[in-house]
């Protein structure tokens, strides 16, 4: 349980302000179809965060040695410094759809490659290896992705103005580095 707790919230909150959830905003006032956004973006986390658990998972299993404890732990602390790096989207690509495609593949497409080595990517790789638990890790990341996604396709640009993002984005950050202390201190013996 603590594994898919800790994930869906870490998940949750490094995706404020994340490039991704600029993308959920993009495609809602772009092709104003929620309903196969939304399910574009859970298909494409849920296949994202899944290998990306495995991948953790495996480095846990292959390398269980305090020094690779130690390199996650450092991982979620640098982890931590990294939300504090606000995300944009890249204004001079303009989004477009795969020729035939419909909004649902657009959104899979567009989703799982902007996650390609995003933030909640490697935090779910580094989630995968604290917990060596892939199903609990994906369900935990990909429950974060919609509870930060959904209201962002569901509310665009009204979101945008109301939702602190930069304290959200510091409050994913201290809570990265406080796991990554935790993690440290349990490697380490001091805990």
């Keep these: 349980m603590d594994a898919l707790l800790t994930s869906t919230a870490l998940v949750a909150l490094a995706e404020m302000g994340d490039k991704t959830q600029l993308l959920a905003m993009l495609l809602a006032t772009r092709f104003r179809r929620p309903v196969p956004i939304i399910c574009g973006i859970f298909a ?110 569901l509310g665009g640009e009204a979101l945008a103005r109301r939702v602190p993002m930069r304290a959200m984005q510091i409050g994913a950050a201290v809570l990265f580095v406080l796991l990554g202390l935790w993690a440290l201190a349990g490697a380490m013996g001091w805990g």
């Design 44 to 153: 494409a986390t849920l296949a994202n965060h899944f290998l990306a658990a495995l991948v953790g998972h495996q480095a846990a299993w292959l390398l269980d040695a305090p020094w690779f404890r130690i390199a996650v732990a450092l991982g979620f602390i640098a982890m931590g410094l990294w939300m504090l790096v606000p995300d944009k989207l890249d204004e001079d690509e303009p989004l477009r759809a795969p020729a035939g495609a419909g909004v649902f593949l657009t959104t899979l497409i567009a989703f799982f490659l902007v996650e390609m080595g995003d933030k909640t990517q490697i935090a779910t790789v580094a989630l995968g290896a604290r917990f060596e638990n892939v199903i609990a890790v994906t369900a935990g990341t990909t429950l974060g992705m919609m509870i930060a996604n959904v209201p962002a396709v």
